[in-house]
């Protein structure tokens, strides 16, 4: 409207969004984003003119705009309750607010009093916000300062005009910030009036649109079309102001066409890009609405269904409710937690990390085996054939292993409460005595003691538990607890952390599907306790018969039954399995085996799965006893029959590459392995037993000791030199044996006149004691006899015969204490061809244990004080006593 008093123009404004800038002569439709908008234009007419602002990022405004021309109102009809209203205008001109001089007036006032009380200051506003409600005014003054590009373009003449236009576009890119006086106006119109483009615009849409508005519509008028067309083109483009721009400057009334055609395609492939964007939206928003109207359709249907007891389709655990006997496997508490939590997981967003928590959760709950375990075979014959079947040797554990299936099949047998069993199938049963809702009695624990194979690498552990399992017909499961740290990893992490699990134990168990397998716990020697827990405290409640029938893992926060389980340990060294786990097993040792053992395990075991491995016939390649113990002799130097096995995986290797080159009428049908081709085949000899022994020097002393890795020998040596009073000790030994070796030197020292140590001053000599092998550490007590000899040998510089060899523990006062690991021992002494071996007396009873073909080969030496062993090596007497077999 016009004020005539002052002569002012007062127009309609409406803000726009940058990316939305239109240029003069375009035709634009824009929709509103509310009715305000829409009926702030009822009443214009045709020709009213209003103008646009374009707002910056952030709060700021754009100090050029454009004079409209107002065309037409749209009510645009849609399915939803909301209607949308659109204004259809042509730009004009673009104007700059700044030299107009911009005043914003209250609607809530009379415009004409306002407008006199604003008018001082009408070139820099210093309005407040509260005025900022949409009218724009500018001064007449100013309503005609300024280039109307549209005429200028249409009359060629008119350069100057375009030129000036350009110009003023061009400084477009600096907006009013908000904290400057002249915008504070602005800030209330902003954020009161925001229409939005109108979507989904098409090339066929605009064109459509020029022809129903323009001005020029005849055929004299169509390079003023084109241009209009031109206009409206860039003013759709959702693009930024710099590339807009581009386009606009590029116009030119001799390339009109070709730029209708450039802008015809970009705009094309920009709607295209958008279009695609919106459809892909509006397809996942389609699914993520689709997916939850099905949910609940079937939630409604699943209700009515179970209401007049249709069956419908279930999971495994469904179905095995309804089953009479099966529902017997999930205990009463277990169906509860498993119904709160799949409701708690229906009522949960599917795409929520909680509800996938939480599923997880009930199908770990669901998978385990709780009451189902595995019909039991109680056969003791059957498990006698199959101990002898797998291992060869081993007497005395295997009878040992016979009495611990014999005890288990004995309770099974004769118990008093016979328990309630329901058959599942051919192989599974339910076990009514697990889960016993309330209080268990002490009848029902499982008091077989758990058992734990104590020997070194390679001698059977691991394959022995196998053969229990199938001696009893049961399922077997492995747990490594070597270098395990965390309790978490037994007990399992609570359901709230992020990838959240149960414990080993219970994934065996869900591994091995029912809640009786055969359990071996591996090397329970390793285990570490660090700042995350004590594993092996965790495992007290595993292997304590009166806990395991409630044991607690984390993440089900529910007691689980182990007490049908069988449970068998091993470790490789004795002292470093957890004292308060030695407490809850039974120690089963396994020694290293003898030469004979190993070529009969070789002959009978190993030889024939090598030949499978690489697929070979049965019997290709033949090898005698003296070979094989050649082999043992001088290619392996351990307590089992690892390296041995790769020896053989080795030559048998070999030949199957002699084989396949070979052509196929001098392929032979077997391959004889002698003693001269072993150079070839695998090498030259790592040990040489013969010599290794024959060299005596004074100070030299063969003492044995017992590992993880079962009996070796170890020559301890003694130099003494001149220098300050000091004994130095090398080789890796630990506290107990530098005590050990401090021992020795007192007693010797103190009793030097006792054993012929004359004009020997101990104040001006130092002596160093070492022992070889200084990368592998040392201990024990065991070397203080060999330690005393030494120093005594280096000491009357006379050597020590190199077949005897000693263990036992000395006192200040020269007794020999009891030692460990005198088997292992035995086996290093017979393989370094020691023949003579001191032992303390009070070891005498554990020669019972010692294979005769190791027996055979020493003679044992009892003793209760070192004076008998001085007596023996120095004085050349007769032993006390002598034990030979």
Same mark, same amino acid.
């Given at each position: ?25 375009? %035709? ?75 005043? =914003? ?150 390339? &009109? ?8 395609? #970009? ?61 017997? %496997? ?160 037994? +007990? ?110 070789? +002959? ?11 697929? #070979? ?109 000091? &004994? ?9 044996? +530098? ?5 020795? =030197?007192?007693?010797? +020292? ?96 554990? #020669? ?23 007596? %023996? ?13």
């Amino acid at each position: 409207m016009v004020n005539e008093k002052e002569n002012k123009l007062i127009l309609n404004t409406v803000v726009l969004k940058t990316k939305d800038l239109v240029f003069p002569g375009s %035709i634009v439709e824009k929709e509103f984003l509310n009715q305000d908008d829409y009926f702030g234009f009822v009443n214009a007419k045709v020709g009213d003119s209003f103008a646009i602002l374009f707002q910056e990022k952030g709060d700021g405004v754009n100090p050029y705009g454009v004079f409209c021309s107002f065309i037409k109102l749209v009510n645009n009809k849609t399915t939803s309750k909301k209607p949308k209203y659109s204004i259809i205008f042509k730009v004009k001109s673009f104007y700059e607010a700044e030299e107009l001089g911009l005043v =914003l007036f209250d609607d809530k006032k009379s415009n004409d009093g306002v407008y006199e009380e604003l008018l001082p200051q009408m070139k820099i506003s210093e309005l407040m916000e509260k005025y900022g409600y949409g009218k724009i005014g500018f001064g007449t003054q100013g309503t005609r300062n300024y280039v109307d590009p549209f005429d200028a373009i249409f009359n060629i003449e008119h350069q100057e005009s375009i030129g000036k236009m350009v110009e003023l576009f061009n400084n477009l890119s600096k907006p009013i910030e908000n904290d400057s006086k002249e915008s504070a106006t602005f800030e209330g119109l902003v954020f009161t009036n925001k229409p939005y483009s109108k979507e989904n615009v098409t090339i066929k849409w605009i064109y459509d649109l020029v022809n129903k508005y323009s001005e020029f519509n005849s055929e004299n008028n169509k390079i003023y079309k084109d241009k209009e067309i031109f206009f409206t083109l860039i003013s759709y483009i959702k693009w930024d102001f710099i590339n807009k721009r581009s386009l606009f400057d590029e116009f030119n009334l001799d390339s &009109i066409t070709d730029l209708l055609g450039k802008i015809s395609e #970009l705009i094309g492939l920009s709607v295209e890009i958008s279009q695609k964007v919106q459809n892909n939206m509006n397809t996942k928003l389609s699914l993520q609405q689709k997916e939850f109207i099905l949910r609940e359709k079937v939630k409604v249907l699943q209700e009515e269904l179970s209401n007049i007891n249709v069956p419908i389709n279930d999971d495994d655990y469904s179905k095995d409710l309804k089953d009479s006997v099966r529902s017997q %496997i999930y205990p009463d508490s277990v169906k509860t937690i498993i119904a709160e939590e799949t409701k708690r997981s229906s009522e949960m967003m599917p795409v929520s990390p909680e509800a996938s928590i939480s599923k997880t959760f009930v199908s770990t709950l669901k998978k385990l085996p709780w009451r189902k375990t595995q019909k039991e075979f109680l056969d003791i014959n059957f498990a006698r054939k199959t101990l002898d079947k797998y291992h060869y040797g081993l007497d005395k554990v295997k009878e040992r292993i016979i009495e611990y299936i014999a005890v288990i099949i004995n309770q099974k047998l004769n118990a008093k409460n016979t328990e309630k069993k329901l058959e599942l199938d051919k192989e599974n049963e339910v076990d009514l005595s697990l889960f016993k809702e309330g209080i268990q009695s002490k009848e029902t624990f499982n008091n077989v003691p758990i058992i734990c194979l104590v020997g070194p690498p390679g001698t059977g552990k691991t394959s022995l538990s196998k053969t229990v399992a199938e001696a009893l017909k049961r399922k077997f499961i492995k747990i490594s607890l070597g270098g395990v740290h965390d309790e978490s990893e037994i +007990r399992g992490h609570r359901r709230t952390y992020v990838g959240a699990m149960p414990g080993k134990i219970i994934k065996g168990i869900l591994k091995a599907e029912v809640s009786n397998p055969v359990v071996l716990l591996d090397e329970i020697d390793k285990m570490a306790s660090t700042n995350k827990g004590d594993p092996a405290s965790a495992m007290l409640e595993v292997l304590d018969p009166e806990q395991n029938t409630k044991f607690q893992d984390h993440y089900l926060e529910h007691e689980y039954d182990l007490s049908k389980a069988i449970f068998i340990a091993t470790a490789n060294y004795y002292e470093n399995i957890p004292h308060a786990l030695i407490d809850r097993v039974e120690v089963i040792e396994l020694s290293s085996y003898t030469l004979t053992e190993k070529i009969n395990i070789a +002959r009978k075991h190993l030889l024939p799965k090598v030949i499978e491995q690489v697929g #070979l016939k049965e019997n290709f390649f033949k090898i005698d006893d003296k070979t094989i113990e050649y082999i043992i002799k001088h290619y392996t130097n351990e307590a089992g029959v690892r390296g041995l096995k790769r020896i053989l995986d080795k030559i048998a290797r070999k030949f199957t590459l002699r084989l396949l080159e070979t052509k196929d009428s001098q392929k032979p049908d077997s391959f004889t392995i002698k003693i001269e081709d072993l150079d070839d085949l695998i090498g030259v000899i790592i040990y040489k037993r013969e010599t290794e022994l024959e060299e005596e020097k004074p100070g030299t002393v063969n003492g044995l000791a017992y590992t993880s890795y079962g009996g070796s020998t170890l020559q301890i040596e003694v130099n003494i030199y001149p220098g300050k009073e000091e &004994i130095k000790i090398t080789g890796s030994l630990k506290d107990v044996m +530098r005590e050990s070796a401090q021992i020795s =030197l007192s007693y010797v +020292r103190s009793n030097a006149e006792k054993f012929g140590i004359k004009d020997f001053d101990f104040d001006k000599n130092t002596i160093h004691i070492h022992v070889p092998e200084g990368a592998v550490p040392k201990d024990g007590p065991s070397a203080g006899v060999t330690f005393t000899t030494a120093l005594i040998s280096a000491l009357k510089k006379t050597s020590v015969p190199s077949n005897y060899g000693m263990t036992g523990e000395i006192t200040l006062r020269g007794k020999v204490l009891e030692i460990g690991g005198l088997k292992e021992k035995s086996f290093a002494a017979s393989q370094k061809n020691i023949n003579y071996v001191f032992i303390p007396e009070a070891n005498v009873k554990n #020669l019972k244990d010692i294979p005769n073909e190791i027996k055979k080969t020493i003679t044992y030496i009892p003793v209760k004080n070192y004076e008998e062993i001085y007596d %023996i090596i120095f004085n050349k007497k007769k032993p006390f006593k002598e034990i030979k077999s």
